[in-house]
């Protein structure tokens, strides 16, 4: 939904191909800068370059960038969503938790799969709960879970007239693959 909203604008103005596949190797820019602030958040600045250089340079982050798909704008997304974590982390003020808050709520609209990030960081805030804030943190991710619910929520509901004849993705579907996955 969210890079439809984004390509739309690009579209009306230009439908060239070149155009069209812009948002997504301006998605794996930013992917690559998220990884470098992660990594260097987390372990120092060789460890971001190198993080960003590996990302940069790996097939599967190319081919993404290549692509016109939501993938690339989800992988930018869930990397800035995990930095602005780990920022919010180190920071522990109300201003870094809102706008990671912000930011991982939206992670849905870029791509289904982008909530896995939340999940992630939800562990790390559980694993890391005697060095947070959790006045602070709490909110702000109980505010992007319920976000990300209501959003994945939609997008199930929404698969019900789906035009390539899949029909509805039912939420017994969606907790078996991930009863499969654990």
């Known amino acids: 939904a969210g890079y439809m909203a984004l390509l739309r ?3 009306a103005w230009n439908d060239a191909e070149l155009w069209v596949r812009l948002p997504s190797v301006i998605a794996a820019v930013i ?8 990594g260097r958040r987390l372990a120092g600045r060789y460890a971001g370059a190198a993080a960003s250089l590996v990302l940069a340079s790996s097939l599967g982050a ?3 960038s290549r692509t016109v798909g939501s993938l690339a704008l989800a992988l930018a997304a869930m990397l800035l969503s995990s930095a602005l974590f780990a920022r919010a982390v180190d920071r522990g003020n109300v201003v870094w938790w809102a706008v990671y808050a912000v930011s991982a709520a939206l992670l849905p609209l870029t791509h289904p ?3 896995s990030a939340l999940a992630a960081q939800i562990v790390a805030l559980v694993v890391a709960r005697r060095e947070v804030e959790l006045w602070l943190a709490v909110p702000a991710v109980a505010l992007a879970t319920l976000e990300s619910v209501f959003f994945l929520t939609a997008a199930v509901v929404d698969r019900a007239d789906a035009p390539d004849g899949a029909g509805p993705l ?9 009863g499969r996955a654990l």
């Open 9 to 11: 604008p690009v579209v």
């Open 31 to 38: 992917a690559a800068i998220a990884a470098y602030r992660l």
């Open 62 to 64: 190319v081919l993404l």
């Open 113 to 115: 799969i982008a909530a």
């Open 170 to 178: 039912s939420l017994h579907d969606i907790g078996l693959g991930v």
